[in-house]
Nanobody, 125 residues
Framework: QLQLVESGGGLVQPGGSLRLSCQAS????????IAWFRQAPGKEREGVSC????????NYADSVMGRFTISRDNAKNTVYLHMNNVKHGDTAIYYC??????????????????WGQGTQGTVSS
């Protein structure tokens, strides 16, 4: 069974940085596109970013474009979300999810069958 585990969440001040990690166990990420989603209290889940299996293609939500960067290290079976210049609106539970295909062409959660448990990221001064 595919398992994803997020880590790296925590408390950060506005303008600061945070790096989230998504590590897979019991399967290899090499053939899967991976996406990050987030859900803030009282809000719907939002697609943040995705990356193709090779890392050659990425996609970002407008709300994080230019501030967040997604990357992957297939040798470590890990995908990262680098969050820079964070804002209060970035406070949410962050989830990583794996697509059954290699291509990052959508941030629609329905296209991602495998999910982690989430990690909390809080932006506060």
């Amino acid at each position: 069974q595919l398992q994803l585990v997020e880590s790296g969440g925590g408390l950060v001040q506005p303008g600061g940085s945070l790096r989230l990690s998504c590590q897979a166990s019991k399967f290899t990420l090499d053939y899967h596109a991976i996406a990050w989603f987030r859900q803030a209290p009282g809000k719907e889940r939002e697609g943040v970013s995705c990356i193709s299996s090779s890392g050659s293609s990425t996609n970002y939500a407008d709300s994080v474009m230019g501030r967040f960067t997604i990357s992957r290290d297939n040798a470590k079976n890990t995908v990262y979300l680098h969050m820079n210049n964070v804002k209060h609106g970035d406070t949410a539970i962050y989830y990583c999810a794996a697509d059954s295909t290699a291509w990052c062409y959508t941030l629609d959660a329905e296209n991602y069958p495998y999910w982690g448990q989430g990690t909390q990221g809080t932006v506060s001064s």
